[in-house]
């Protein structure tokens, strides 16, 4: 069913059809080539609007009720909604409640997550397209179901996921005159992305009547944007694109899979504390109204190898070059669980080659811990955004890291834990500091506090939560504040969803302030990485002009 559209202004639609609700066959389904007669297959179960949106919240897609897609009148699109609908797992959840754990419960103050992908537009039909993935998203959700519930509250106060089969949004929506050019050749990320997810400016409390995940699928003039939207008080990165990579993965047809997620909840996360909060639940901690930019910056295998040579006052090679390739295709092999490809016979040349060539060489006992690429490549924006901002030499700057603990506690959580699983490790520097000494003492700080940051501390950092309950702080409230987001292992371009990887991996309005940074893996793997970052125009200028930082940025 198309829901008819009646434009009121260049930022205001209105929805005034009925919205379609999509049961899925619990059927498992062919490729997508055997698809084009699906629709048939997809009923109408309820005429009820998807949505409940609070007046209070502004939702990008709100069924039933005013859409305001916030376009800035500097660049208007033409975006349209084709038909809003709800899907249901496609078997019922036999999944008890999910208790909020101390890393859930301070992402109830924060938007949902917004996270999607470019794709080229596949060779078949929209609406075959569509179908496809309603009915790949059904039988995921069969696997996910915390993402088909809702947020509940008991009568102690404390929260839980029901797995309840309330649904999941789904939104088709054209944008036809935007290009995959006009989305990837400007130089800052356009606002028009901004527009290819649901649940625009959704504080993550309002899971209790708004769904947990929304999925929208924006046809554009030669592509297609799958975005999805999910309440970050369940999910975190990890969750998310584990959940993303098998959504992707049963539309290509797989039929067994080896990343299940685990839901237990019996580690020292699950919290007897209480999380008081305000009437009507807690808003964002930061201004969502404040004038930001935004850039992609790519650096190259390359690049980044050069960085940590000179961070670790070493001299870089090809052969280095290629040792470093072996040893991070190991690392990744090791660290992330998500890693399936068999790199074995390359990485044993390489180490066989990197043996026979190299001489024997005297070391001393005291040489210095190795410092990461990536935190090399931190250290490297920290000092570049400190200068850009002018601070006063005394001014203490923060640079805040979120870290993966599923593999830091004793004993660990299964690498699938789904739910939230993150701490922030803060860093202080004075601007001065920051600004004027190398590169290594930068990176050495942020080193230490990460490696620091054990079973023990874990631990210490639960502790101190049950003592004073509180939602998450998020934002730059000193202005000399940084925030790292996201992960360069997470396996983002790996959602394939039968005609092709992503071109380009892109988030949201959601979360962003002055300092948010995200760091996502390069398309082309190997070791590439792209940072998205958001800051003042004042500083995005300056730090455009910083030779030091853009001399290693290869876009």
Excluded at 71 to 99: R, W, Y
Excluded at 256 to 265: A, E, G, I, M, Y
């Amino acid at each position: 069913m198309t829901t008819k559209i009646t434009k009121l202004s260049e930022n205001k639609l209105i929805s005034t059809g009925l919205c379609q609700l999509v049961h899925a066959p619990i059927s498992i389904l062919p490729p997508y080539k055997y698809l084009l007669n699906l629709p048939s297959l997809l009923t109408p179960k309820s005429s009820t609007p998807l949505f409940t949106t609070p007046p209070s919240q502004n939702s990008a897609i709100g069924f039933g009720t005013t859409l305001d897609f916030k376009m800035p009148s500097s660049s208007p699109i033409s975006i349209s909604v084709v038909s809003e609908s709800m899907v249901f797992p496609d078997q019922t959840s036999t999944l008890g409640d999910l208790k909020l754990s101390v890393s859930d419960l301070p992402m109830l103050s924060c938007h949902y997550i917004q996270k999607g992908g470019l794709f080229t537009k596949p060779s078949f039909p929209i609406q075959s397209l569509i179908s496809l993935l309603k009915t790949s998203l059904s039988q995921t959700l069969t696997r996910f179901p915390p993402l088909a519930g809702r947020l509940i509250t008991d009568k102690d106060g404390y929260l839980y996921i029901t797995c309840n089969d309330a649904g999941v949004g789904f939104i088709h929506a054209t944008a036809t005159e935007v290009s995959v050019r006009d989305i990837l050749s400007p130089t800052h990320v356009p606002e028009s992305v901004k527009e290819f997810f649901a649940l625009d400016g959704t504080v993550s409390y309002t899971g209790h009547h708004n769904p947990i995940l929304a999925v929208q699928v924006t046809e554009l003039k030669d592509g297609v944007f799958i975005g999805c939207a999910v309440n970050h008080a369940v999910t975190d990165g990890t969750s998310l694109w584990n959940f993303f990579n098998t959504f992707a993965e049963v539309c290509r047809g797989g039929k067994s899979f080896s990343r299940k997620p685990d839901f237990t909840r019996e580690s020292i996360l699950i919290s007897q504390a209480v999380l008081q909060l305000p009437e009507g639940g807690p808003k964002v901690t930061f201004n969502v109204n404040e004038p930001l930019a935004e850039r992609i910056f790519s650096f190259s295998r390359e690049a980044i190898l050069k960085l940590k040579a000179r961070t670790n006052n070493k001299k870089w090679t090809q052969n280095d070059d290629d040792v470093a390739a072996a040893v991070e295709i190991l690392g990744k092999q090791s660290n992330n669980p998500y890693n399936t490809n068999n790199n074995g016979a390359r990485v044993t040349a390489i180490i066989e080659n990197w043996f026979n060539n190299s001489k024997p060489q005297i070391t001393d006992d005291k040489t210095t811990a190795d410092i990461s690429s990536f935190q090399s490549l931190c250290a490297l924006l920290w000092k570049a955004v400190t200068r850009a901002r002018k601070l006063p030499e005394a001014k203490t700057t923060t640079f805040r890291m979120a870290v993966n603990c599923r593999h830091r506690l004793e004993p660990k959580l299964d690498a699938y834990y789904f739910g939230n699983a993150i701490q922030s490790i803060p860093t202080y520097a004075s601007a001065g500091d920051v600004a004027s000494r190398d590169l290594r003492w930068c990176a050495e700080q942020l080193n230490e506090n990460v490696k620091a940051h054990g079973n023990d501390r874990v631990r210490e950092c639960v502790e101190d939560w049950e003592k004073n309950p509180r939602v998450f702080p998020l934002g730059n409230f000193d202005g000399a504040s940084m925030t790292m987001g996201s992960s360069p292992r997470f396996p983002m371009y790996d959602n394939d969803f039968g005609w092709g990887r992503p071109l380009a991996v892109r988030s949201g309005r959601a979360n962003k302030f002055d300092g948010k940074i995200s760091a996502f893996p390069g398309r082309d793997g190997a070791g590439t990485v792209d940072l998205e970052v958001v800051l003042s125009p004042e500083t995005m200028a300056g730090l455009e002009s910083d030779l030091e930082f853009m001399q290693y940025v290869s876009n």
